[in-house]
């Protein structure tokens, strides 16, 4: 029997979970949990339930890992501690100014109940979290860039489709080509954020919206647009539909620095990623996260951890001994 494994929330991401665990032989999906009625959510894996998420209490005996899918602006800051009191548990926590929050509320209830649970797993924060950490212990004598895109935002889309007069949107976060280029110099340049990333908006208005009234309120909507140099298309519902279903995203961490006694080298590290799909590639790294939760709890350990705090050879499914023939 491999892991097991329950989703919570099925969304976009939770979708993308349920695909992941196809692609790892050690893993198994043993449930679904819903807000909505479970009746009324279909699945594509044969033969696992469907429960709704107010019973998850009932299942404790049946998951090793809860993975859980629901929104950071809401639904994991009661969700994913609530869970650590049952599970062990992965989510994918991103507002990163309240990870360490996020961290302490998780952290309390998981050695109460001796669960190991891993918040803000993904690319940003994830992947890009590694990156920059790895990128930093070798070029101390360095900085920091991280570059977004290009990318569906759904966050900021979410954000449009909120103004009045509006039927949909999509929103693409583009860095900035001479930016990127700058930063690759090894020059070290100051950019703002207007300097780093441009905004480029595809809207459906409602027939006989003030486009104008709308098009200013994106340009100058703050947190979201003000800082940054926006540019908005009225589009067809159609056009929308055709041009732009998906959820490409990427971006790309940076870090340059100089060794030598007089700082005479220049150095450039760069981890990029081009994602077709967001939350499909954000779920195959939760599954891995996962998989480590539950060795880690296996061995005895207990409360909240994040990418930062993972050994990489727990998150594969081969053995240490293939793991340093194949790798090292």
């Keep these: 029997m491999g892991i097991r494994i329950g989703i919570f929330g099925y969304g976009n991401l939770g979708r993308g979970i349920e695909s992941a665990i196809r692609q790892n032989s050690d893993l198994e999906l043993a449930a679904v949990f819903t807000r909505r009625d479970p009746k009324t959510v279909k699945i594509r894996t044969e033969g696992v ?4 998420a107010d019973s998850a209490s009932e299942h404790k005996k049946d998951i090793d890992v809860m993975i859980m899918c629901g929104g950071s602006a809401t639904d994991l800051p009661e969700q994913t ?5 049952l599970f062990n548990v ?24 001796g669960k190991v649970a891993i918040i803000s797993v993904g690319w940003d924060p994830g992947m890009f979290s590694l990156n920059r950490l790895y990128a930093g ?28 007069g509006v039927v949909d949107a999509k929103q693409y976060t583009i860095p900035v080509e001479e930016a990127l280029d700058a930063v690759r110099s090894g020059s070290r340049p100051e950019l703002t954020t207007r300097q780093k990333h ?20 994106i340009k100058t909507m703050p947190n979201y647009f003000a800082d940054y140099d926006t540019t908005v298309h009225f589009i067809s519902k159609e056009e929308l539909d055709r041009d732009h279903s998906g959820i ?26 081009k994602l077709d799909s967001n939350p499909e590639f954000t779920a195959s790294v939760i599954v891995a996260y996962a998989r480590a939760a539950a060795r880690l709890n ?10 930062l705090d993972i050994p990489p050879a727990t998150l594969s499914a081969e053995p240490g001994e293939e ?5 090292l």
């Design 198 to 217: 441009i905004r480029e908006c595809f809207v459906v208005a409602k027939e006989g919206a003030d486009l104008e009234r709308i098009e200013n309120e």
């Design 137 to 164: 212990v070798v070029l101390p004598d360095g900085k920091d860039y991280t570059f977004w895109g290009k990318g569906v935002s759904q966050g900021h889309s979410d954000a449009i489709r909120r103004i009045d």
């Design 81 to 85: 501690p609530a869970m650590a009191k």
């Design 90 to 113: 992965v989510d994918s926590f991103d507002t990163h100014a309240r990870i360490p929050e996020h961290f302490e509320n998780t952290d309390r209830v998981a050695k109460e109940s």
């Design 248 to 273: 490409p995203h990427g971006g790309f961490v940076i870090r340059t620095g100089k060794t030598g006694f007089e700082g005479e080298h220049d150095h450039v590290i760069e981890y990029s990623l």
């Design 49 to 52: 339930p469907v429960y709704h």
């Design 323 to 327: 793991l340093r023939r194949r790798l």
């Design 298 to 307: 296996a061995k005895g350990e207990s409360g909240c951890k994040t990418v």
